[in-house]
């Protein structure tokens, strides 16, 4: 089924903050840039065109890779894309595709890629573990050790358990921790602007269980 009008101007604005917030300073854009899916929520109510939960999670997702440098090694060459995959039953449907479409980050084209083993997610950026793979935790950590993929989940805990950055809900708002211990292991720098909007950071050593 294709998109609605109003869907596909919802993921559009999203995607793509405003002119009043693009004419702010630039450490001011980069914040807004990652806590502009929350605030453009009630914008979107006037529209009849309110995005679900995993619309602005797929929009987190696409800024995330915006504000995060991935080290030289894990570069993918030129022309090959800037994935984001997702491992498990996806719960996105259309909306991280839509998302993503015609977009780019550090001049790579972006395309979402559903997988079904963590040894396949060697070549993605940012891989999204799916709620279904909450048993297998553990073993897909330890299947990315090495790596610089950025994880990222909503499984209760995921961040305490050795994940990157986990989705949380504050009421109806969507918000996100960070882990910084593996991060640093999988030598990334999150940009500090980037930490300021998180929900809470933490250091965890735990691996899934």
């Not at 995060?68 to 996806?90: H, I, M, Y």
């Not at 449907?93 to 040894?119: C, F, H, M, W, Y």
């Not at 708002?173 to 720098?189: I, S």
């Amino acid at each position: 089924m294709r998109p609605t009008h109003d869907a596909c101007r919802s993921q559009r604005m999203l995607r793509r903050p405003s002119a009043r917030w693009r004419s702010r300073q630039q450490l001011e854009l980069v914040a807004f840039a990652l806590s502009w899916a929350l605030a453009v929520i009630p914008s979107l109510h006037a529209q009849k065109a309110s995005p679900t939960e995993y619309e602005v999670k797929a929009a987190y997702l696409y800024n995330f890779g915006r504000f995060v440098e991935w080290p030289n090694k894990a570069t993918a060459p030129n022309r090959s894309p800037f994935t984001v995959c997702v491992l498990g039953q996806d719960p996105f449907g259309q909306a991280l595709d839509a998302i993503l479409a015609g977009e780019s980050i550090d001049g790579a084209n972006t395309a979402a890629v559903r997988i079904s083993k963590p040894q396949e997610a060697v070549n993605c950026r940012i891989l999204f573990i799916s709620s279904s793979e909450d048993r297998q935790l553990k073993q897909i950590l330890v299947a990315l050790e090495g790596t610089s993929v950025l994880t990222v989940s909503d499984l209760p805990q995921f961040s305490e358990r050795g994940g990157m950055v986990q989705f949380v809900l504050e009421g109806k708002r969507v918000r996100f921790e960070v882990n910084l211990t593996p991060v640093e292991h999988a030598h990334l720098a999150l940009s500090s602007q980037l930490l300021k909007v998180a929900a809470s950071l933490r250091r965890s050593d735990r691996l899934g269980d």
